[in-house]
């Protein structure tokens, strides 16, 4: 997948403090953006280029919690 297709497979959204990052399959991850670090909570499951869509909104360290 084409770093331009992320767009198109994700749906970012911004709300209070975070972004919800929702996939085609309807499966949901979090980014939390702190001021020296970004914590991506879940990462679905694999499908789609998340890496460029987290890459479009942070350019922080970024720590990943699977639930």
């Known amino acids: 997948?084409?770093?331009?297709?992320?767009k198109m497979y994700y749906?970012?959204?911004k709300l209070d403090g975070y972004y919800r990052i929702g996939s085609a399959e309807a499966v949901f991850s979090y980014l939390?953006?702190?001021r020296q670090q970004a914590m991506l909570i879940d990462t679905g499951y694999g499908?789609?280029?998340?890496?460029?869509a987290v890459d479009s909104l942070t350019s922080l360290p970024l720590i990943i919690v699977n639930t």
């Open 1 to 6: 997948m084409r770093f331009e297709e992320h």
């Open 47 to 52: 499908l789609g280029d998340l890496k460029a």
């Open 11 to 13: 749906q970012i959204e």
């Open 32 to 34: 939390v953006v702190g």
